[in-house]
């Protein structure tokens, strides 16, 4: 009997879970209820607060669920990682990411709730903050790459590690920003894979593995 309300406690609260990602995927985060979420699920408000103690803990839940690809990475989301060459963890782990956004639908839907549809105030300054924590650690793992990259060159980097590493992770955010704009309407994988090549080349970076 335990087992049985443990398993029905859990999926009440993966209810709970799709629903909110629907809800705010709709109705943006700031419009959205709690009221809205349970109506979505079927449930009542009690519910929502039985396994949710406020909105931004139910959204933070939705987040965690949706393993966001630049997590994933940051978590060893890739195996056999540290055998490749710098620049071939940098590509794999950007096409890594243009892969999960361009085939996972959970991923893709809350990346757009994260991008567009969250006003970062009030109790959601916590989201922004965790996003931006997110982004540094990425750039510095790119940064770290490019570094020693750099040391295989003759010649000396026209940008230092660092600043080379934020405008790799501009370019593809910005391209990411673009189709989901766009609603997919372009290849992610193949146009980034271009750009991120195109990018490394300038740097005078040999960037010929994306897979």
Known sequence: MARRTKEDA?????????????????????????????????????????????????????????????????????????????????????AFIAHAVSTDERVRRVFEIVMFKIEHVGEMVAVQQRWVLGVDRFISLLEQDLAMAYEELDAVPALSAGLAAKGLQVLFDGLLHAWLLRQGSFSLEDEGRQLVQFYLRGLGLAADVWS
Not at 62 to 67: F, I
Not at 76 to 90: F, L, Y
């Open 10 to 94: 859990e999926a009440t609260r993966e209810r709970l879970l799709d629903a909110a990602e629907q809800v705010f995927y709709v109705r943006g985060v700031s419009g959205a209820s709690l009221a809205d979420v349970a109506n979505r699920a079927g449930l009542t408000r009690g519910a929502v607060y039985w396994h949710f103690k406020d909105k931004l803990d139910l959204f933070d839940a939705m987040m965690q669920r949706a393993t966001l690809p630049i997590e994933q990475v940051l978590e060893g989301g890739q195996q056999g990682s540290e055998s490749q060459s710098p620049v071939g963890r940098i590509v794999r782990r950007l």
